[in-house]
């Protein structure tokens, strides 16, 4: 096991449909935007939402996507904490990842409610997350969502735990489905 998330081993684990509609909140730097658009390159009517607060790091996703040819990438500019914020339908997705970003924000209830909100029914909810501080890598052991409150917060946003995923010796992940 890599001691790092790997966003392709992750993908890996999920199941992709051609025709989705799936939106990464807090994308960043778009490595599982970037991977899910790699393999779902061939499929039409595919549409990945990268949303995210930051507006440069979206300016670089958007530069990427467009330099590796994903037209299925659409960059959404977006406060995941404030509600209707993704900017994005209610019912709308087929699925949500929230990877990495649990422990970045400061109201996580809102952001599983907004995930919650633009997901179907019956579509899946995706989190990744650090388990742990490393070293001077990842977030401060103060900042850290643990898993258990990740699910907490999941199930009171109106989703139901599934499986565990791999995601890292670091990480933690699971999927989740809108009730």
Known sequence: MNTFSDPQKVI?????????HIADF?????AYT???????KSATHTK????DIQKDLLARLEAEATHRNYSSVHI????????KGSRLKDDSVDMVLVVNTLFQVD????????????LKSGAVLVVVDWSESFGNIG?????????????????EAGCMFEHA?????HHYGFVARKK
Not at 26 to 30: D, L, V
Not at 34 to 40: D, K, N, P, S, T
Not at 165 to 169: F, K, Q, T, Y
Request: glycine share 8%; proline share 4%.
């Open 26 to 30: 807090g994308a960043g730097s778009g």
């Open 107 to 118: 109201d996580q209830k809102s952001l599983m409610n907004e995930a919650t909100r633009v």
């Open 34 to 40: 970037l991977a899910i658009a790699e393999r779902m």
């Open 48 to 51: 990945i939402f990268a949303v």
């Open 12 to 20: 890996d684990q999920l199941e992709f449909i051609p025709g989705q």
């Open 76 to 83: 959404v500019w977006g406060d995941l904490e404030t509600p």
């Open 139 to 155: 977030p401060q052991t103060k900042d850290i969502v643990s898993e258990m409150t990740a699910r907490t917060l999941a199930t």
């Open 165 to 169: 995923l791999e995601a890292g010796e």
